[in-house]
């Protein structure tokens, strides 16, 4: 595991003190759910960009009945 050192402003460490997790070790992985939130995020944002630049056609979905078990 890294370490990476950040800057915030005096606001939003003001509350992070106030409704993040108290403990030192819990507001890390606080921090790194968010980053890991916000990277989700903007790969959703991509992968739905592209399929806005090539969307799927029915020609290129192909269902096998037969391959289905109840």
């Known amino acids: 595991m890294s370490t990476v050192q950040i800057e915030v402003d ?4 003001e509350k992070l ?3 993040g997790p108290g403990a030192s070790q819990r507001k890390s992985e606080f ?3 968010a980053i890991r939130k ?7 944002k991509e992968t739905a960009a592209a399929y806005a630049r ?9 269902v096998d009945p037969e391959a289905w078990q109840p």
């Open 10 to 13: 005096d606001e939003l460490l």
């Open 17 to 19: 003190e106030k409704l």
């Open 31 to 33: 921090i790194s759910m």
């Open 38 to 44: 916000a990277l989700w995020e903007l790969e959703e």
């Open 54 to 62: 090539q969307p799927d056609s029915e020609d290129d979905a192909y």
